[in-house]
């Protein structure tokens, strides 16, 4: 795949989840911090896997908040039956 092609194809993918995508430039300059020296393509591939995992972790924390609104939302409506007994 055209390596633009790719960068604008994350940007689309990014823009629809209202988050600014890093830039080739600036995943670049983070990572030459430690010395480190990447082709533009094995910088893409990074910047995507870490989205990915981000994505992944807000993911099983909002089904995990959920879940423990469900079990909060429970105890406290066992906790009132039991005070009416």
């Not at 990572?31 to 981000?54: F, H, M, V, W």
Request: hydrophobic fraction near 25%.
């Amino acid at each position: 795949m055209n390596l633009r092609k790719k960068e604008s194809k994350i940007l689309i993918s990014n823009q629809n989840a209202n988050h600014k995508t890093l830039t080739l430039q600036e995943c670049k300059k983070l990572i030459s911090i430690n010395g480190n020296s990447n082709t533009d393509e094995e910088i893409l591939k990074i910047r995507d896997y870490l989205y990915q995992l981000a994505e992944i972790e807000c993911r099983y924390f909002k089904e995990w908040q959920a879940s423990d609104k469900r079990k909060y939302s429970e105890t406290t409506k066992l906790m009132k039956d039991s005070e009416n007994k």
